[in-house]
């Protein structure tokens, strides 16, 4: 997501050799395991990808990727369930879906800051938003924000005329000044304030950082979960890429600003939206217990803001195990 993100993934798509195989058959022939690995076109949801591609990763733990960008985490469960993708990457506002059962987490990535509820020039309140058109990328963290923000505000979902929209659409009706306000997230947010420079803040995570943490996490469908050999692989590859991305901040940078095909300087500016985990670092929060807290928090979230009926173990969704057990394998 750091030019207009209809353009971007087109752009992706079309260089999709850059992070492996266009076979999108997710077998094994020959000792390698080829797998479907989705992502979002932002430092987030790319930069392990492009390390693991320059690092040649994939092939050193026997796999052949085929990577596919889309606009949000959603949309790749929906992917995932449909049999088109192994393995993807979503934010936190999708981590719903899998506390639901739709998938299983197998990593956390980071810790993200980039989500904003903005407002057009003139509204400098949240509760101004009341009986105001706002848009929102529904099951996101654009939506997660939203919601928390109406909560802190004393407004409902039914205070404001909600209008679902995808990411790209929401820059553009922004912009064009058809809706109000909106749940949105960097770097898409820069996209904006080139046309609207004197858009108004009105909320980011930090603002519930007290109550409820942001992570975002790579995901595998659940009979693909069960492979223990295909995902256990995927996982070194994820622990090994984070650990270079920690160590070569600069350099990871470069990598992903090669592979979305966009300036170095805007995606320095949105790595810094977010806070980087590395291997070490996730597997004390794994031992200790402080990823089931973020997850647990999450789920209060979701299920006060009706995306789940009750809040389940993480333990049933989050392969704990799994990711810190790649380490000696």
């Known amino acids: 997501m750091k030019r207009l993100v209809a353009a ?14 266009s076979d999108d058959n997710a077998s094994s022939e020959g000792g390698t395991t080829k797998v479907n690995f989705g992502y979002i076109a932002d430092y987030n949801g790319t930069s392990l ?3 693991a591609d320059d690092q040649k990763l994939w092939a050193k733990h026997g796999l052949e990727v085929s990577t596919k960008v889309f606009t949000n985490g959603p949309l790749q ?34 810790l993200g800051n980039a989500d904003r509820v903005i407002a057009q020039p003139g509204i400098t309140d949240l509760a101004q938003l009341k009986g105001k058109k706002v848009g929102v990328p529904e099951g996101t963290s654009g939506d997660m924000i939203l919601t928390l923000a109406l909560q802190k505000a004393g407004l409902s979902a039914s205070d404001v005329q909600r209008v679902p929209m995808d990411p790209a659409t929401i820059v553009s009706a922004f912009a064009a000044g058809q809706i109000d306000a909106a749940g949105i997230w960097y770097p898409l947010l820069n996209n904006i304030k080139q046309k609207k420079p004197d858009l108004v803040e009105l909320a980011k995570n930090e603002d519930f950082s007290s109550t409820v943490s942001f992570p975002t996490a790579f995901v595998a469908g659940n009979e693909v979960a069960q492979q223990d050999d295909k995902v256990t692989k995927v996982v070194q590859v994820l622990r090994e890429a984070m650990d270079y991305r920690a160590a070569n901040g600069d350099k990871t940078v470069e990598l992903t600003a090669a592979l979305l095909k966009q300036p170095v300087d805007a995606v320095k500016a949105d790595a810094g ?10 597997d004390g929060y794994t031992a200790d217990g402080t990823i089931d807290k973020w997850l647990k928090g999450m789920g209060d979230y979701f299920v006060g803001a009706k995306k789940l009926t009750e809040n389940p173990d993480p333990k049933s969704y989050y392969l704990g195990e799994t990711f810190t057990g790649a380490a000696s394998k």
Request: aromatic share 4%; hydrophobic share 50%.
């Open 8 to 21: 971007l993934a087109a752009a992706s798509l079309l260089s999709l050799a850059a992070c492996g195989s």
């Open 49 to 51: 990808l492009a390390v």
């Open 77 to 110: 469960i929906t992917a995932i369930n449909a049999g088109d993708l192994d393995f993807g990457y979503i934010g936190p506002g999708a981590v719903w879906l899998p506390a639901s059962g739709k998938a299983k987490i197998v990593a956390l990535n980071s």
């Open 273 to 282: 939206n977010s806070k980087m985990l590395d291997s070490k670092t996730l």
